[in-house]
């Protein structure tokens, strides 16, 4: 059994000679991370305990910029100065490896391969995955929850995205450490988008509420690191090998980018992709080229094949 983000990748095979792959990581470097606004100044609102206007000054104040962590300062309508600890999601780096395997009832296992980049800036804890079928279940382990994203939030709203978040991460998942997390499906595999997002989900300190402006300043969905990994479809062209086939065809340029196959292979697997080469020898030449390092474990899953290599 063996079986994800991502964003436009580079081949590292364009760096030793097109030999060889390697999976692009979503996310930022902390370089790339752009800074927040150090100092927010408040309309006039009025406090719930007092006839008169209060005019306070917000301030947001970089506690750990590179780990995305912030203090959200103000002065309260009761005079009082107010303070709470905010993580960016954003500051998090990860590469996502997928493959296809058997899960129970003999239906497709997707295992996906979270490694939490050394330059993360915080420890991971969200992966959120796009499914493309009705049939998904996600493989639940030690009773954690597994959450679904509304399709009411506009990052979501295509197909069905579903959440393996902290409460089965923990804060395990620090920079340079990886996890695994699976789901099963009757689907075979297509390219599907998925999201990662690192540190703590709620804020903390004193639990008076935020001035509007302060909260119009913090990150949404939008923020969280996105990219591409594999995931199940209901797509009618990939109900057959010759259909798995020609999708990929149709797909080579992406999967170039996305770090799953040395460009120098393209015009040989058109080739073949395009004359809809038998299967057992295209498998043949696919696993040749897994155990060489030239194709990713996506590229298996993508032409149905179950892996039989860790991704």
């Known amino acids: 059994m063996i079986l994800v983000v991502v964003t436009s990748a580079t081949v590292a095979a364009t760096r030793q000679h097109d030999t060889a792959v390697d999976r692009t990581p979503i996310g930022s470097t902390g370089a790339d991370i752009p800074s927040m606004a150090t100092e927010v100044t408040l309309e006039s609102w009025r406090s719930h305990d007092s006839d008169q206007d209060a005019v306070p000054l917000g301030r947001i104040r970089a506690v750990n910029e590179s780990a995305g962590i912030y203090a ?163 797509d009618i062209r990939l109900a057959t090998y010759q259909g798995r086939a020609t999708y990929l065809l149709s797909e080579l340029d992406r999967v170039i980018e996305l770090g799953w196959m040395a460009r120098y292979l393209q015009p040989d697997y058109k080739g073949f992709l395009s004359r809809l080469d038998d299967e057992e020898s295209v498998e043949k030449r696919i696993r040749m080229d897994l155990k060489a390092g030239r194709i990713t474990s996506e590229i298996v899953a993508i032409l149905g094949f179950v892996s039989n290599e860790q991704p």
Request: proline share 6%; with cysteine; glycine share 12%.
């Open 72 to 234: 959200l300062e103000w002065k309260g309508g009761d005079g009082h100065d107010k303070s709470i600890t905010y993580h960016r999601p954003d500051t998090v780096r990860a590469t996502i490896a997928a493959a296809l395997g058997v899960g129970t009832d003999k239906k497709y296992r997707f295992q996906y391969t979270i490694r939490n980049d050394e330059e993360s800036g915080q420890y991971l804890s969200g992966f959120v995955v796009q499914t493309l079928s009705q049939s998904v279940a996600p493989v639940v382990l030690n009773n954690a929850y597994v959450g679904k994203m509304s399709a009411h939030i506009a990052e979501f709203s295509v197909g069905s995205w579903y959440r393996f978040g902290n409460n089965i991460f923990l804060e395990d998942v620090v920079p340079g450490a990886a996890t695994v997390v699976e789901i099963d499906s009757d689907s075979p595999a297509a390219i599907v988008q998925c999201k990662i997002h690192g540190g703590p989900m709620k804020m903390t300190g004193i639990g008076a509420e935020m001035p509007p402006e302060l909260v119009n300043h913090l990150l949404g969905y939008e923020s969280w690191p996105s990219g591409y990994t594999i995931g199940p479809s209901n």
